[in-house]
């Protein structure tokens, strides 16, 4: 398929994005931001899909804990407060990446990358 | 039930604040990126509330608290996975769209591609989500203000299909936005008003809440179990898969993200969101517990056999008629600022990708650009009130569900691999998408939700070829596989072009 046939006209980008993207500043942007985000979306991907796998597979969620709030209601009413609390590990841990992607436009883009 | 006066009252009130806030709109709408994006002008909890007011569907307040209170625990699954769907958005959407985008979910992609094709394929995929979910939401609404007012079916989704398109013709972004935001904050005042009230029924004491629904319903203590739904494992976590995955692909909810001025503020909507969703979700449990127990089963069945009567039920259980009224008042709030966004999400697609960079290459003048926004927002209200018409008598509340489900097969795919794949391509572009979007739709045309045994279970009498009423289990693996398997037969590839993508998404830079 030619992807190249169909394009439209496009001004040549001013930075050259290939040595800023090489740079070990974005590499290391882009290394922080790895270690945070996957390990945490598989966290709760798997937290999710375990209500559905645990109540369609097994009975135990169904053992009273409170009264009779059982282990199901717990495990849902904790998929609320997961929720929450990645949120604010989220916005903590973002400012700091703020921080880098600044530093890495003040750097790479707006002194050294600029394409000759 | 008959018309009353409050009820007409609140009503009309509700009409005319929203006619004068698209007044003041219309006034502030100057230029095509007021008309999309409202000038990208909101603050961080203007768009989060903007956010839960397109969000929250008459589905979500109407629907969940009725599928509650009908069937307990199984009812509460769509809280949860319409909440933690804003997780996905948040730690892998949200900010790269803000970066790469404009006003489209096709102006992210085409950052990294420039193609023809891809942007029309995503257009296409945009359209058919709005389509779908259009149809269930004026198909509800028209049932529903039929109910609560007494009026017939055609004047009801005449009412909304007008409204909705004033709202969007005249005052554009600015004026959905802030339908949304003035919705959500009375949604939630009604929640809350409600949840108040249920809980002062047990002295605010939730295990004494839990211990007593066992008693009132006929499922007596399995109403607190799992499995009075949705008895098929495969079923239910194929449902799950659609709710979670699918917010991140709607069209609807991605144009919010256009309306701030770059990637932090649409991070701190997110999180405004998500509170405000969360705390909802929760609240919907209330609702549902407290109908189930004050209003009772065979009222709710005997009002809507979908449950969708339950919370306006409870509000006069427990409020009187002013309760009911104000409920119903914000049912029709709710109403309208759903399809106010899906009338401008739908029309970005037609004016935006297939009119101004399409057809035009990008090169009409911006009064050129807001004619054909405004035309494309006409003709969107127009079909969508029409086919709405027609399908008063067909059960079509699996569309909403079937557009999340095409939301993550089709554009959830094509999102991820522009951001974070680097040997993507644009025939991996257009074969995830046409996957995704294609399987879905198939999938779903031979599945329980279309063909049913049972006469008026579905659209059609027949047995399902497909076993899964929501088929987002198969569907969106094969979204992600043909987007891989497109890329891998394609040589082509732009390195470079990936480096500014990658640049750009990740620091928020943009060459002005």
Not at chain 2, 173 to 200: C, D, H, P
Request: net charge positive; charged share 10%; hydrophobic share 55%.
């Amino acid at each position: 398929m030619s992807g190249q046939l169909d394009k439209q006209e496009r001004t040549m980008p001013k930075v050259d994005y290939v040595k800023v993207a090489k740079s070990p500043q974005f590499k290391k942007l882009m290394q922080d931001r790895k270690r945070f985000i996957l390990p945490l979306t598989i966290f709760f991907f798997v937290f999710y899909f375990m209500l559905p796998i645990l109540t369609s597979y097994t009975t135990f969620l169904n053992t009273p804990v409170f009264g009779d709030i059982s282990w199901v209601w717990i495990f849902a009413f904790s998929q609320f407060v997961m929720t929450w609390v990645l949120c604010t590990i989220y916005v903590k841990k973002a400012s700091s990446f703020d921080e880098q992607a600044d530093q890495i436009i003040a750097d790479q883009i707006e002194k050294g990358g600029k394409a000759s | 039930m008959k018309m009353d006066m409050t009820v007409v009252i609140l009503f009309l009130l509700i009409v005319i604040l929203t006619l004068v806030i698209t007044y003041f709109a219309a006034k502030r709408t100057q230029t095509t990126g007021d008309f999309y994006t409202a000038g990208g002008g909101l603050t961080g909890w203007q768009n989060g509330l903007a956010i839960a007011g397109d969000y929250l569907s008459a589905a979500s307040f109407l629907g969940i608290a009725g599928a509650i209170a009908l069937n307990g625990f199984d009812g509460f699954f769509y809280s949860i996975g319409f909440l933690i769907a804003y997780l996905v958005v948040l730690f892998l959407v949200a900010e790269p769209l803000r970066n790469l985008g404009k006003y489209t979910l096709a102006d992210m992609i085409n950052a990294r591609f420039d193609a023809k094709k891809v942007r029309g394929a995503a257009a296409l995929s945009t359209i058919t989500i709005v389509l779908f979910y259009m149809i269930a939401q004026l198909v509800g609404a028209g049932a529903l203000i039929q109910l609560l007012f007494g009026i017939d079916y055609w004047i009801a989704v005449l009412i909304v299909g007008v409204m909705m398109t004033i709202y969007v013709l005249f005052g554009g972004m600015i004026a959905t936005s802030w339908v949304q935001i003035t919705k959500a904050v009375l949604l939630m005042a009604g929640m809350v008003i409600i949840s108040f009230l249920v809980l002062l029924k047990y002295n605010f004491n939730i295990s004494t809440m839990f211990t007593e629904v066992k008693t009132v319903t006929s499922h007596g203590a399995d109403f607190l179990k799992p499995g009075l739904k949705y008895t098929e494992p495969l079923g239910t976590i194929s449902l799950m898969i659609a709710l979670v995955l699918g917010t991140a692909g709607l069209p609807h909810i991605l144009m919010r993200f256009f309306t701030v001025k770059d990637a932090r503020t649409a991070r701190s909507s997110v999180i405004t969101a998500t509170w405000t969703i969360g705390i909802f979700y929760i609240l919907t449990l209330f609702l549902g517990f407290g109908a189930a127990a004050f209003v009772g089963h065979s009222d709710i069945l005997a009002a809507n056999p979908g449950g969708n009567m339950a919370a306006p039920l409870l509000a006069k259980a427990i409020g009187g008629d002013i309760l009911f009224a104000f409920i119903s008042a914000v049912a029709f709030a709710t109403i309208l600022a759903v399809v106010a966004g899906l009338v401008l999400s739908g029309a970005s697609a037609f004016a935006h990708d297939l009119y101004g960079q399409i057809m035009k290459k990008g090169k009409a003048t911006d009064r050129q650009q807001m004619l054909a926004a405004r035309y494309a927002a006409l003709a969107v209200s127009i079909f969508s009130i029409i086919l709405a018409l027609f399908a008063q008598t067909l059960n079509v509340a699996f569309l909403v569900s079937l557009a999340f489900c095409i939301a993550a097969s089709a554009n959830l795919p094509i999102i991820l691999y522009t951001v974070y794949w680097k040997k993507f391509n644009t025939a991996g572009a257009i074969t995830a998408m046409l996957s995704g979007l294609l399987s879905a739709l198939i999938l779903v045309s031979i599945s329980p939700s279309v063909f049913s045994p049972v006469e008026g279970a579905a659209l059609f009498v027949g047995d399902p070829l497909f076993p899964l009423a929501n088929p987002a289990l198969v569907s969106v693996p094969l979204g992600f596989l043909g987007g891989y398997i497109g890329t891998i037969l394609s040589k082509e590839q732009d390195p470079v072009r990936y480096a500014e993508v990658k640049v750009k998404a990740n620091t928020g830079y943009r060459e002005s």
